[in-house]
């Protein structure tokens, strides 16, 4: 019955990774050598690598919680329903998905003018940050954006509490306590991995959006710990159940 779970684990894995990886160059060289500077290139590349493993984390999630479904509704036929052709499919859709919704965003900002103070709040390139340097119109920019977050995050979370709300319903249907308890045993470790991805990133939507007045460390810090904590916290949530 594990199977096509760690398939998904392993797309989770390499997410969580790529976002690691992505982030490393500049917080080595800014808390190892003292690096305040990143070419305008690189930061663009390291945008499009951030938000693309990014998407792709938050849709492994989504999976993940279809695969529990899959799994408490019809557990007789779940390796037949998730085989692994099926989830092969679904991670080339992922990874498809995750780059070509991204690829508009830096051709975007390439060809607005940047003038004055080009100095970035965070450890990293975000497109929030990036796009509020360029003096030129960027409510192409702001609107994409928008429209990327609503189509990526914001769907994929809705889908996630429908797919729990229904995990809840088919739980409930069954007759014994224990079989409930044995049943839900198998969601806890995927509710723990989306709340430890989908804390940090409202907690920093909500202090770009009504933060003005706060301290710029503590801006500095969520965005830290909202790439840096799944990366972490995931592989010892999923090595304890394990």
């Given at each position: 019955l594990h199977q096509p779970m760690y398939f998904l684990l392993a797309m989770l894995v390499?997410?969580?990774?790529?976002?690691?990886?992505?982030?490393?160059?500049t917080v080595i060289g800014i808390f190892l050598f003292g690096t305040t500077k990143i070419s305008f290139d690189a930061c663009l590349l390291q945008m499009?690598?951030?938000?693309?493993?990014?998407?792709?984390?938050?849709?492994?999630?989504?999976?993940?919680?279809?695969?529990?479904?899959?799994?408490?509704?019809?557990?007789?036929?779940?390796?037949?329903i998730l085989t692994p052709p099926r989830i092969f499919g679904t991670?080339?859709?992922?990874?498809?998905?995750?780059?070509?919704?991204?690829?508009?965003l830096p051709i975007l900002l390439w060809h607005l003018p940047f003038c004055g103070h080009n100095t970035l709040s965070h450890s990293y390139c975000l497109h929030p940050n990036l796009s509020h340097l360029p003096c030129g119109d960027i409510?192409?920019?702001?609107?994409?954006?928008?429209?990327?977050?609503?189509?990526?995050?914001?769907?994929?979370?809705?889908?996630?509490?429908?797919?729990?709300g229904l995990i809840l319903h088919t739980v409930l249907n069954i007759a014994t306590g224990e079989q409930r308890k044995k049943a839900l045993n198998t969601?806890?470790?995927?509710?723990?991995?989306?709340?430890?991805?989908?804390?940090?990133?409202?907690?920093?939507?909500?202090?770009?959006?009504?933060?003005?007045?706060?301290?710029?460390?503590?801006?500095?810090?969520?965005?830290?710990?909202?790439?840096?904590?799944?990366?972490?916290?995931?592989?010892?949530?999923?090595?304890i159940k394990t």
């Open positions: 390499l997410a969580e990774v790529g976002v690691s990886a992505s982030t490393l160059p499009f690598s951030i938000h693309s493993f990014s998407i792709m984390e938050s849709a492994v999630l989504l999976a993940m919680s279809v695969d529990r479904f899959v799994a408490i509704y019809s557990p007789l036929r779940y390796t037949s991670g080339v859709v992922i990874g498809l998905k995750s780059i070509m919704l991204m690829v508009p409510s192409i920019n702001n609107i994409y954006g928008l429209l990327i977050v609503t189509c990526t995050f914001g769907l994929d979370s809705l889908l996630i509490v429908v797919s729990y969601c806890g470790s995927h509710v723990c991995a989306v709340l430890v991805y989908y804390v940090p990133m409202i907690s920093l939507s909500m202090v770009h959006r009504f933060g003005h007045q706060v301290s710029p460390l503590l801006h500095v810090m969520i965005a830290n710990a909202y790439l840096f904590f799944p990366p972490v916290v995931n592989p010892i949530i999923y090595s």
